[in-house]
């Protein structure tokens, strides 16, 4: 059996080895420079062409931005699917006080960045991507992005009060969320990423109160169709993280689907250059057509 280190290295260095793709068009969604939305239009010239809107991933830590996710957006595209790469405020990129990790995450603004780009993404694909079909959206998101495209489709049942709340279920037709931080209590007890989602939530002392407004294993259950693609040698977030997500959802009396990959890590899920991310798009085409 390999390595899971040398494996996962590996794996990374692969799916970091790719050229970045420069987008068709991009557009902002607000004042700060990294509000923008980035759209890559179908490469078959097809037109009503369901649109993919990507949250990348990255610990929700600054120095990863949705430019290592342009490879996948293209790869997508090649598929035949209109593509929206969202942007959104991370982490401030300095270690926190007494650590060597940079901060993940800013509370509120990435969560009213997420929100207010996917509210801005019909409006402004119909100005810059008119081949996009708006009325066919499926939500993606790698790791921490899977977390954020989970939330950004549980925002009609957040607590009363919360200026994320939607009054009616966002107009998608489902989420595939690959590898993402699903589970909030799970992922903590394994330690992934180095403790991020204690620290998107503020820390220890904010943790619980912040968490009912953005751990998306207690905002079920949703009524959106959702899949979870998972590698099973996953060691940055490992697949413990996605099944018990999928547990609280049946708990909650929602059956979300979990396909797990076998010899597969975390990052082939979006990587052009892997079986993986076949399946990926598979998936995402499952509910898209």
Do not use: N
């Not at 489709?153 to 966002?170: F, I």
């Not at 009912?212 to 959106?224: E, H, K, Q, R, S």
Request: overall charge negative.
């Amino acid at each position: 059996m390999p390595d899971p280190a040398a494996r996962d290295a590996a794996e990374e260095a692969s799916a970091f080895s790719h050229p970045a793709v420069p987008p068709d068009a991009s557009a902002a969604y607000g004042d700060h420079p990294d509000q923008v939305v980035d759209f890559y239009a179908p490469r078959d010239g097809r037109t009503r062409a369901p649109l993919v809107v990507a949250l990348h991933g990255g610990a929700w830590r600054a120095p990863y931005d949705r430019w290592h996710l342009t490879p996948f957006a293209d790869f997508l595209a090649r598929r035949g699917f209109a593509v929206a790469s969202v942007e959104y405020r991370r982490g401030p990129g300095l270690p926190h006080q007494g650590g060597t990790a940079p901060v993940a995450g800013r509370w509120p603004e990435t969560f009213d960045d997420v929100a207010a780009a996917l509210d801005a993404v019909p409006e402004l694909a119909a100005a810059h991507l008119p081949q996009a079909d708006t009325g066919r959206i499926v939500l993606t998101g790698h790791s921490a992005g899977g977390h954020l495209a989970l939330w950004a489709a549980a925002r009609h049942v957040l607590p009363a009060g919360s200026p994320w709340r939607l009054p009616d279920p966002p107009a998608l037709r489902g989420v595939v969320a690959l590898a993402p931080i699903a589970h909030f209590a799970r992922a903590v007890e394994l330690g992934v990423c180095g403790g991020a989602v204690t620290e998107l939530l503020g820390g220890e002392s904010s943790y619980a109160a912040r968490a009912a407004f953005a751990d998306p294993a207690v905002l079920l259950p949703t009524g959106i169709a959702t899949t979870l693609v998972q590698g099973r040698e996953d060691v940055v977030v490992p697949h413990a993280v996605a099944e018990a997500y999928a547990e609280a959802a049946a708990k909650a009396g929602e059956e979300v689907g979990l396909t797990l990959l076998e010899d597969i890590g975390h990052f082939p899920l979006i990587d052009p250059a892997a079986d993986a991310c076949a399946v990926v798009a598979e998936e995402i085409a499952q509910l898209a057509f």
